[in-house]
């Protein structure tokens, strides 16, 4: 192997690395004495210490390398830490960049800064322990491991310039999501896409274990690699002064060969998914602190995961502290507390510092999509429910065209674990392709290098994805089985605290928000089953942050095109969409629809009688099958009881069900009163668990009076309406609440009791026969009308 | 290759397969008609056709080929289906091998019953379409994807002789679990565990795009496998003349290394981790489908992954069904609607047959776990506040002798995704190890092929091996932070809803449940930061059927002691057990405990002083911490307001909050309104958000009184109190929900008011400053008592 190092810069890039090293030693241990201009006491070492040093090193040796090739190829690349405990590392180089005193100026280049750098560092009212939006130049919160080369692939998709670094940790790498997400080389496209350089950090533990890729031998991990489809290099050792040559080295080569890649692409045309490269990097955990501590080991071994020395009463341990840290020599390093000229010299500037690339400021670089007027895909509504129509097939009329005309600016792209023809979007087929570069047969249909629609069998890859592409500032969907998006609840929970912490970082400026279509859902899920059945994810949505969770439940089509709209102009929220693919009858043609939507909630004049003096009763809705089985028992009603005053109300908004005080989007106590009245009952049908609906409705006025069905984690093999009917939401037990709680029916209706009991029997004993539901229920719209006939959902394509 | 097949044998094997086919295809399409006696019409044909075929015949062809070798080496075999929406293909088998008639005597070994066979699958009233808990020899859902091999190797351990038969769909190989689980083989004793045997069924496509394996080159799949550790060999094609002897020869071959490789590691002792065979199965999608239907491809395409025919009422599709079923020569295979004889012998008999196999009902070979008395384990309280302990090292102590006392019956497990230690369950490491059976270094601490505490860096392998262990019959508990519990909330539905359908199951015998223990809480994660403050999974959990969830927030280490005594005695249910690991105050001494934990919550008569004439504020407290704030806002007020009767209530087992219509533990509301009072505040202190408390108490009389505080998503590395200060849970934002809650005293408390807020602005300044807590937080215990000091948690080893 040539060396590509002079003795000179070798000495001067691991004097660099000392440099970060020191500062992140410093971090984690001092609270004065920055540069031990004094001797080390007690009282200039934290009393609380917190922090990961184990992974740290090991990303500061990288990033230095880095650094050495952004300024020899003026490379435009950022750098994704898998093992974001590492934060000291990234907060290190940023402020060795200069880039952490811009943002934070009163981290200064000097010594006093150097001391606020340290003191702030894991102490309350400073910065977080692990990399977080608080860190300049990351696009990836070091909290949850798993995601770095999903997030990774998201920021190089239409990025044709850029070369995302992407550390792994070994611990990481034993994760699910790690471990298939190294299949993302099949979907990115060496024409028009950037490129990703994974680097595989072994370092041999965890917190307390070895980790599995560090213990199988040389031969099944190059096997591993070559079988994930990457050209793997290895740069082992502890010894900096042979690892520094076989690093730059190494990653020169790297480099060289992914512009060769792209070069070759893009000149002569897609023809293979290309072998790119990758590198495994196996160095000593904790690699340059003590090897030793009380005759303990701690480099290279799991004691120093976290902080090598965690009592610094202990006599000797000060002493030891003192040691390390001036082994970095830091009096060569730093002249006035700053980072002296020549070492600065060696990072990139400007933009170009990984530290600064506006990629990781997605926001910054954001570019509104050009949007087609949704009321042009409305769906003609002659009068309530004289129409049928798939509502997500609707939707994917409007994205088609979303699509089609961002395609130049190549910033939108759809996500799905395999779902989205099954969820109705296949519209979208006619304007681009599948993204696919392993590969082909000639009966293929719809693969392409370039496609912009995401289909991976992985809940953790698409969402990882479009997190990483939404974070560098592009525009996304993600497409999913209702029930399964649980699969990525603790991603979501991980992005929306970072949205909701970036909310409160000036620099930070808006991203496009993560929009969710969920369909496929558990009142059509009668055929797949139980497992298939779980309408629950709202649920863990609205834990988080009410600045940053909106959740949409469109009754038909034009609705779901209005929210749609919506969720597409949105910025720094997570926006949750349910909408049901089967074809159903439509309510409101798009002016209503809009008028809807906007509102959020409000009383379906056309479904009520109660206008001159109010209602006996409130029959809410929320959700497309809800909203059918309400209408369908007002229908009942009105035959059974002519006199009595039924009052429709729908919920697209679920938020603003809760107060104004806990949801920005929250109706005043004055609206929700009028609108659901404070004393008359509520019999609610709602998509999901029953108990939601009283979880945001408590302290409402109306609350006692509230009755709700939902989904009660009853479901088999069975027909759509015996979905209803096995949770108690279908239209007969719904009249049979009406009569139960408003006052004085029940004693005058026992012969509709009988009738529903009938009729409820007639329905089981139809389905067992039939094995489908009874036509007049299946075929029911709302006030008799003729329309096309709506069907079960049946076998066949992408059911 | 030698042809470990005849002529005949290959002839008969080939009907046994087709034998399968015909019920497969049979199930998904008629109503009548089974055996084609008369010309097929539409009304033989279901109205609603669901069910998926793609993958039933690969199913179909792997199933005989295993029975071969169970009857000729009497295997004790059982068969993992990850490609479970292939339903139909273990119905099949089921029924062929006499097992379902066996199971459910309607459905006969005659054309009746082969009649009613059709006609339930997937039909209302009959079975799910998927593999599902009614399917005899099944373990394993069909509904999510990835699990397979964890749930296999789950079910393999500590049970030398099994063989467990995995088989990989390529569309599921795609998720994060399956890819990360492949490297269960790390873990895996050949001296004292089983076998898993993973055949990844390549049929090239998913819903509707290719699958991700099938389209790399041979290499680049060959290389994976082996670098996942496996020896694969490769069986494919779509000529059954060939692949029959050329799936017999490798199976066989399989087979023999796994009992070589056993053989040698028992008769010599472990050496090294062995290379487990693998297979790889390339075969068509639909095999033996249609090739063409309307001109459409439909074999080997993902036209045939659902139905291959949706509409029966198109011209010509009644007649291509028949040609299609007719193709598999019924006549040949079945005699009075029965399967000939000559085919039955093939399969095995009794309890190898693998849909009667025992280990598929675990409840049927469960053990009884031997268990100490937990009381032996009590930690000293002479009163309440004058002790302190890490509550889950005191767990630890009481599993270490669990596991000690039976190990010799090798049914207990710990899982925990390397966070065993940190959750402090270390002392176990006394009697067992942590199992490991890949390279080892000499100083590595506690790693043995035969450890019983399994530790990877996955949450999802931890899951699905304690599914897989517990299904089987065996015992086991699961450690993890709090936070990161959310990635496997899908695969808690799974197994949730599996637990629901078994409760119904008359032969399903009930099987351990499944326990969590939940540590690293929201609370003390002041030091990883808000990416680790999550206390959400309870939330989650309680979605589900009620018969099966269970959660308990033990306040102190006795009270955990009864609890995990109680969960390792429970059976068919999730327990969810919330406790911290810090350093704490103690409460209850263990009679108490005993009876508070038995009793679910209770008034803590000590803490109160309110016994001559009821409250005038009722403190509510649920979690370790939650409770500690409650007891210092309870000190605070007797110093304040001594005059103020204060009732303290803590609530263990959290779903005694509901009532018994709602929950099983449930208490009536007579009982609730005694507690709390109907009339009087409630102040409530919650470990988790804070919603939860009033979607469990809104129906109570006392609801619109009860004032919960909780997380509300606000936190950052900072100090532990710091924590509750964030969320307004802190004993001073308690006190002054008080002075605002009970009438008349916020008239004069107005220096109380401002004696709290100068605390707080104290506070603040302090951990500012100092880092940590003020010393008379930290360290302040019930009635100024002087104990041993509590820390902050602190770096160093595990935290």
Chains 1, 2 share one sequence.
Request: glycine share 8%; hydrophobic share 40%; net charge negative.
């Amino acid at each position: 192997m040539t060396n590509v190092l002079s003795d000179k810069e070798s000495a001067l890039i691991d004097a660099y690395w000392r440099a970060a090293n020191y500062l992140s030693v410093g971090q984690i241990y001092l609270f004065d004495n920055p540069l031990l201009k004094a001797p080390l006491e007690r009282r200039h070492v934290k009393p609380r210490l917190l922090g990961h040093w184990g992974t740290t090193p090991g990303l500061n040796f990288i990033y230095v390398h880095l650094n050495r090739l952004i300024k020899k190829y003026d490379l435009d690349m950022i750098y994704v830490t898998g093992p974001g405990h590492g934060g000291p590392a990234l907060v290190a180089n940023a402020y060795l960049e200069g880039t952490y005193s811009e943002v934070y100026p009163n981290v200064s280049q000097d010594e006093e800064g150097m001391k606020r750098l340290f003191t702030q560092f894991s102490f309350p009212g400073g910065i977080p322990s692990h990399v977080a939006p608080e860190t300049p130049g990351s696009i990836h919160e070091g909290g949850e491991l798993g995601y770095a080369m999903s997030h990774a692939h998201g920021a190089a998709f239409d990025n044709p310039n850029l070369i995302v670094a992407c550390v792994v940790g070994d611990g990481e790498a034993e994760t699910g999501p790690m471990a298939t997400s190294w299949h993302s080389n099949k979907f990115l496209n060496p024409v028009a896409d950037g490129a990703v350089l994974p680097i595989l950090h072994l370092n041999g533990y965890k917190i307390a274990n070895p980790t599995v890729l560090a213990r199988i031998p040389h031969d099944e991990l190059e096997a591993l690699f070559r079988g994930y489809g990457y050209d793997p290099r290895f740069v082992e050792g502890d010894d900096p002064n042979t690892m520094h040559p076989l690093m730059a080295e190494t990653l020169e080569k790297a480099v060289n060969d992914i512009r060769a890649i792209q070069a070759d692409a893009r000149a002569n045309g897609f023809s293979k998914r290309p072998k790119w490269p990758m590198i495994v990097m196996r160095t000593p955990k904790g690699w340059t602190c003590p090897k030793f501590i009380d005759g303990k080991r701690e480099e290279g071994y799991w004691r120093s995961h976290q902080v090598p020395m965690g009592d610094m009463d202990k006599p000797g341990h000060v002493g030891i502290l003192e040691d390390w840290m001036k082994s970095y020599r830091p009096e060569e390093l730093f002249e006035s507390g700053r980072l002296k000229a020549e070492l600065a010299a060696l990072a990139p500037s400007g933009v170009r510092r990984m530290s600064a690339n506006p990629h990781t400021n997605g926001g910054a670089l954001l570019r509104e999509l050009r949007l087609p007027d949704f009321r042009d895909y409305a769906v003609a509504v002659p009068s309530p429910g004289a129409a049928i129509a798939e509502a997500t097939r609707v939707m994917g009329t409007f994205l088609r065209d979303v699509m089609k005309l961002n395609l130049e600016f190549r910033n939108f792209r759809l996500f799905s674990p395999d779902e989205s023809n099954s969820n109705r979007w296949q519209d979208v087929l006619e304007v681009t392709k599948r993204a696919w570069v392993a590969e082909t047969l000639p009966y293929d249909d719809h693969l392409a290098p370039d496609g912009r629609i995401m289909e991976m069998l992985s809940e953790h890859q698409c969402q990882g994805w479009l997190e990483g592409y939404l974070l560098t500032g592009r525009h996304g969907f993600f497409s999913c089985y209702e029930a399964f998006i649980h699969i990525i609840d603790s991603m979501f929970n991980q992005h929306a605290k970072w949205l909701k912490v970036c909310k409160d970082i000036e620099w930070r400026r808006p991203i496009s928000s993560l929009n969710y279509l969920l369909s496929s859902l558990v009142w059509r899920q009668d055929h797949n089953g139980f497992s298939h059945q779980d309408p629950g994810f709202i649920d863990h949505v609205i834990n988080k942050k009410a600045e940053v969770v909106r959740v949409y439940l469109p009754p038909d089509a034009n609705c779901l095109l209005s929210v749609t709209d919506h969720c597409l102009r949105s910025r720094n929220c997570v926006n949750v969409v349910v909408a049901g693919k089967q074809p159903s009858p439509q309510w409101l043609d798009m002016d209503q629809a809009i008028k809807h939507c906007t509102a959020g909630l409000g009383i379906w004049e056309w479904a009520s009688n109660d206008k001159e003096d109010g209602p006996d009763v409130v029959m809410a809705c929320c959700g497309d099958v809800p909203t059918i089985e309400t209408l369908a028992a007002v229908d009942l009603l009105r035959h059974y009881f002519p006199q009595l005053k039924v009052r429709v109300v729908n919920i697209v908004d679920l938020m603003r069900l809760q107060p104004p005080s806990e949801h920005p989007h929250g109706i005043p106590d004055r609206d929700f009163d009028a609108l659901f009245t404070v004393d008359k009952p509520i019999i609610f049908a709602f998509h999901g668990y029953p108990w939601l609906i009283h979880r945001l409705t408590y302290r409402r006025h109306g609350h006692d009076n509230i009755h709700v069905r939902g989904y009660k984690e009853e479901g088999t093999t069975t027909t759509p309406f015996d979905m209803c009917v096995l949770n108690d939401l279908d239209r007969f037990h719904l009249v049979n609440d009406v009569i139960d709680r408003v006052p004085g029916l029940a004693s005058h209706a026992a012969y509709v009791k009988q009738a529903i009991r009938d009729k409820l029997i007639e329905h089981k004993e139809y389905i067992r026969r039939v094995g489908d539901d009874l036509p007049e229920i299946k075929n029911w719209t709302w006030g008799g009308k003729t329309v096309a006939s709506q069907h079960s959902s049946t076998g066949g394509d992408n059911v």
